[in-house]
């Protein structure tokens, strides 16, 4: 399975100090079936733990996952400065996610190229 993160996604995580490793601790819980809300089209919500802290007051990453082939890390947001996504964001987070999965390998490629993702580990 293939692991990428969008620009914006690695711009968030950089701020907020959310390392590949804790992402890769999310990334192996999903795997295991640990998820914390199934959103459709693809879409997943997992919370992830601050360090030195508990995922309750940690940060909420939505994902584009399709077992075995790819998972994208799209959208995160600490759980202090909002308490969910809003009806409009999580529709356009749904299309991200149905685009991303539908997406050749080529295409794949042809966004790395252009930046607009990252392969993680």
Not at 46 to 69: C, D, H, M, N, W
Not at 99 to 121: C, P, T
Request: net charge positive; glycine share 8%; proline share 1%.
């Amino acid at each position: 399975m293939r692991i990428f993160k969008t620009k914006s996604f690695h711009r968030w995580a950089k701020c907020e100090s959310v390392s590949d490793v804790m992402l890769k601790k999310a990334v192996n819980e999903i795997t295991q079936g640990l998820i914390d809300a199934d959103l459709g089209g693809g879409l997943l919500k997992k919370r992830v733990a601050r360090q030195g802290e508990g995922k309750r007051s940690g940060f909420r990453i939505l994902i584009a996952y399709r077992p075995t082939v790819r998972l994208i890390f799209l959208f995160g947001y600490a759980k202090n400065e909002r308490d969910n996504i809003i009806q409009s964001e999580l529709i356009l987070l749904r299309d991200f996610s149905r685009h991303f999965l539908n997406d050749s390998d080529m295409e794949m490629q042809v966004r790395i190229k252009r930046g607009e993702l990252i392969e993680v580990f």
